[in-house]
């Protein structure tokens, strides 16, 4: 059974830092592209960022460029994402995903095209 499990998120003021992570069981973890998506109320679901397995292939949404960072640890089954220069409008829960990526010369950018998730986890940045 596949399981992904994130945790790091919370209450911030705005500029501040948080560090999400996730973290994977029941699937080979390296041959996995990771993802993380947000959502916030009313919203549609929103691509933040992910990584290859190999993690040699990252993108990110417009939205984050140069203030958040994905990364994974294969060792460890865990991916993060470590977030700066925090705003209100970053305000949302944060899924963790998983898509196995076959055939696909490029990241998954559409949360339709991923295969597993996780329960997600409430970051609130206050202004």
């Known amino acids: 059974q596949v399981q992904l499990v994130e945790s790091g998120g919370g209450l911030v003021q705005a500029g501040g830092s948080l560090r999400l992570s996730c973290t994977a069981s029941g699937l080979t973890f390296s041959a996995y592209t990771l993802g993380w998506f947000r959502q916030a109320p009313g919203m549609e679901r929103e691509f933040v960022a992910a990584?290859?397995?190999?993690?040699?292939?990252?993108d990110y949404g417009d939205s984050v460029k140069g203030r958040f960072t994905i990364s994974r640890d294969n060792a460890k089954n865990t991916v993060y994402l470590q977030m700066s220069s925090l705003k209100p409008e970053d305000t949302a829960v944060y899924y963790c995903?998983?898509?196995?990526?076959?055939?696909?010369?490029?990241?998954?950018?559409?949360?339709?095209?991923?295969?597993?998730w996780g329960q997600g986890t409430q970051v609130t940045v206050s202004s």
């Open positions: 995903a998983a898509d196995l990526g076959i055939g696909k010369r490029a990241i998954a950018l559409s949360a339709s095209e991923y295969n597993y």
């Open positions: 990584i290859s397995g190999s993690g040699r292939r990252i």
